[in-house]
C-alpha cells in the first residue's frame, strides 16, 4: 500500500466520511455517557468488515486489524463532547441540549474510523498489527488510565508504540503542526479550606478573619512563580474559585479556595505541589488561622517520545511536502490525558490543521 493508494481511497469515500463526522456531531455525548457514540463506532467498524471489535464496559472501544506480524502498534482517539450549547445555524449542529463536539472528538473519531477502512481494506498488505483505541472521557483528563486499566496496552495484541492527534483550528486546514520532546504540561488540582474565627465587621480584631488570611496566600503564591521559579522553567499556579461568607457585616469562619497548577516537568510539578502547601500553612499559622490543603495529581506531563515523533515527522514531509510541516517551537500550557499511555509505551501525538484559509492563524514564532 503506498500514498497514492490511501489517497484515492479517502477520494472514493469522501461522503462516507463527511456524513460520519457530521453524524457524530449531531449527537454529542459527555464523557462517561458516549453510550450511543460506542455503539456507532461499533457498528460502523463492523461494517467496514472488522470482525475483531470489543467493547469496554458501557462506553471504549478496541479493534484490531492484524498484519503479517504480531508485532502491533496503536492508534488512539478521543470520543468525548464538551458541556456547551451549539449556537450556530448548521445544518448538523448538535441535537443535544448544553453538549457540543466543542474540542473536534468527532474528527479525531473519524479519523480514526477512516484510518480503520483504509487499513482493513489492505491488511493484507500491513507488516505489522495495529489496534484501535476509541477512548472516552478524555475531558475528564484521566480515562485514558480507564482504557489502560481495561486492558488496552496489556492485552494480546500489545502495542508496542502509540499515536495520537489532535486538532488545531490556528492552523490552516491541509497542514501539520508537531514538536518533539515536551508537548504539554500536568493538569493538577487543589482545594484550600481556611480556618479562622468569625466575627462583626465592626469589630474585626476580635475575629481571625480568613479572608484577609487569604489575600497574603495570594501573594504568597504568586511569588512562587515568579521569585522562585527560574524564568526557565514553566509552571502555573491559579486560583480559580473563592467562597467564604454571606453577610455584609460578618466576617466568616472560613474560606473555601479550588485551583490548578499546571508544570512542564516532574520537578516543577512536585516544587510547586510543595511550596503551595508550605506556604498557605504557614501564612495561616502567621495570622493566627489554620489550612486544609488537598493536591489532587491528574494527569501527567506529556513529551513526545523522540523516536516515534521523528517518524510522525519524516512521514509527514515524505507524503505531504515540507510546505504543510510546520515545526511547533514550544510545548502548549495545555494537558493531554494521552499522556499517560505515553508512561508505559513510546507515544507520540501531532496537530492536525482544521482552520479555514481566510481565518487568522496564530503561529507563534519565537521573536529573536
Not at 480515562?143 to 490556528?170: R, T
Not at 480584631?205 to 484577609?212: M, S, T, Y
Not at 498557605?280 to 515523533?309: D, H, L
Not at 511547533?328 to 508505559?344: L, Q, V, W
Amino acid at each position: 500500500m503506498n500514498f497514492n493508494e490511501v489517497k484515492n481511497e479517502v477520494n472514493k469515500n469522501i461522503d462516507t466520511f463527511i456524513n460520519i463526522r457530521r453524524k457524530i456531531h449531531r449527537n454529542p455525548e459527555l464523557s462517561m455517557k458516549e453510550y450511543e457514540t460506542t455503539d456507532f463506532i461499533i457498528e460502523t467498524l463492523r461494517e467496514f468488515g472488522i470482525e475483531e471489535v470489543e467493547k469496554i464496559n458501557s462506553t471504549g472501544v478496541v479493534a484490531i486489524i492484524r498484519g503479517k506480524s504480531s508485532k502491533c502498534i496503536a492508534i488512539r482517539a478521543d470520543i468525548d463532547a464538551l458541556p456547551i450549547d451549539e449556537n450556530n445555524s448548521l445544518e448538523y449542529k448538535s441535537s443535544n441540549a448544553g453538549v457540543m463536539h466543542a474540542c473536534e472528538h468527532d474528527v479525531h473519531t473519524t479519523s480514526l474510523l477512516g484510518c480503520a477502512y483504509i487499513l482493513n481494506k489492505y491488511k493484507d498488505n500491513l507488516n505489522e498489527t495495529v489496534k484501535l483505541i476509541f477512548q472516552p472521557a478524555e475531558e475528564a483528563d484521566e480515562c485514558a488510565k480507564y482504557m489502560i486499566e481495561n486492558g488496552a496496552l496489556s492485552k494480546d495484541p500489545i502495542p508496542q508504540a502509540i499515536f495520537g492527534l489532535h486538532c488545531w483550528p490556528n492552523i490552516v486546514a491541509g497542514k501539520i503542526y508537531h514538536r518533539h520532546g515536551k508537548m504539554g504540561t500536568c493538569s493538577d488540582t487543589f482545594d484550600i479550606k481556611i480556618k479562622g474565627k468569625s466575627g462583626h465587621a465592626a469589630n474585626p480584631e476580635n475575629a481571625v478573619d480568613p479572608i484577609i488570611i487569604l489575600g497574603n496566600i495570594i501573594c504568597g503564591i504568586q511569588n512562587i512563580i515568579s521569585r522562585e521559579l527560574s524564568p526557565l522553567d514553566q509552571g502555573i499556579i491559579t486560583i480559580s474559585s473563592v467562597h467564604g461568607g454571606k453577610a455584609y457585616n460578618i466576617i466568616p469562619d472560613e474560606v473555601l479556595v479550588k485551583g490548578a497548577i499546571r508544570a512542564l516537568s516532574e520537578e516543577t510539578r512536585e516544587f510547586l505541589h510543595k511550596r503551595l502547601k508550605e506556604i498557605t500553612e504557614n501564612v495561616c499559622k502567621t495570622f493566627g488561622g489554620t489550612a486544609e490543603v488537598i493536591i489532587n495529581k491528574g494527569t501527567p506531563v506529556s513529551n513526545n517520545n523522540e523516536t516515534i515523533s521523528k517518524i510522525i515527522e519524516i512521514s509527514i514531509i515524505k507524503n505531504f511536502g515540507e510546505e504543510n510541516y510546520i515545526y511547533n517551537p514550544f510545548p502548549s500550557m495545555g494537558s493531554e490525558d494521552f499522556a499517560y499511555y505515553g508512561e508505559i509505551i513510546p507515544a507520540a501525538m501531532y496537530r492536525l490543521g482544521t482552520g479555514f484559509i481566510n481565518q487568522k492563524m496564530q503561529v507563534f514564532i519565537p521573536q529573536v
